[in-house]
């Protein structure tokens, strides 16, 4: 069966430092991956998006990055945290491309940047 | 542009009654809609989807949702609630040619004992 792992679950970090929060899934391959930002408990905000190793979408301009260096693992990263990156971050992936599968969902990482 | 209202964002009901959470969507396309659930601390949990087909998608926990075109609604119910689905619920949509889900800001289900 397939699982997603996204860690750290927590982190802490002062503004300006770096980040990285890292996602892999098992027991599927070529999965479209996607980085979701979730604020205040609420809402999901789609940041990134990736259909293969190398091809990175991003949805909304800002202070992250995403990489995806091999088929199953989807890295996000920020150079230098702000204090609006603080969130509850979200890795999915999906077997069908375009909105037409469901997301399986990662168990989130909790980012607050102080 | 795609879009997803869940014009509720709290709905409280009490255990074994009938529980409704509204969602309306805007897409320039057919819809794919979606239902899912958080648990506090937690990833979203996919519940239920419509694509194509019947307009009444049944799915997992005893949830159902019907796809009602004309009023652009895709409402989540089920005929009588328990205090463990109490949780936060999220609409989203998707259509053709679009790469992502857009979700809606999410409604949270109380079920009182």
């Known amino acids: 069966s397939q699982t997603i792992h996204q860690w750290p679950a927590t982190l802490v970090q002062p503004v300006g430092s770096p980040l990285s929060l890292e996602c892999t899934v098992e027991?599927?391959?070529?999965?479209?991956l996607y980085w979701y930002r979730q604020a205040a408990g609420r809402g999901l905000q789609l940041l990134f998006y990736s259909v293969g190793i190398g091809q990175i979408s991003s949805e909304v301009p800002q202070n992250l990055s995403a990489s995806r260096p091999q088929d199953r693992q989807f890295i996000l990263s920020s150079k230098k945290l702000l204090l609006s990156d603080s969130g509850f971050y979200l890795c999915?992936?999906?077997?069908?491309?375009?909105?037409?599968?469901?997301?399986?969902f990662g168990e989130g990482s909790r980012l607050t940047v102080l | 542009a795609q879009s997803v209202a869940q014009p509720e964002d709290q709905v409280n009901v009490a255990e074994g009654n009938p529980l409704t959470v509204k969602c309306t969507y805007s897409?320039?396309?057919?819809?794919?809609l979606f239902w899912y659930v958080q648990y506090p601390n937690r990833g979203l949990q996919f519940l239920l989807k419509?694509?194509?087909?019947?307009?009444l998608v049944k799915g997992s926990y005893g949830f159902e949702a019907e796809f009602n075109k004309s009023q652009t609604s895709f409402h989540l119910k089920k005929p009588s609630a328990l205090v463990s689905d109490s949780a936060l619920y999220f609409c989203?949509?998707?259509?053709?040619?679009?790469?992502?889900?857009?979700f809606g800001s999410g409604t949270r289900l109380q079920v009182q004992p």
């Open positions: 999915a992936w999906s077997v069908l491309a375009g909105g037409l599968g469901e997301l399986f």
């Open positions: 027991g599927t391959s070529n999965p479209n």
């Open positions: 897409v320039s396309g057919n819809p794919y």
């Open positions: 989203a949509v998707s259509t053709t040619g679009r790469r992502a889900l857009t």
């Open positions: 419509y694509i194509t087909g019947d307009n």
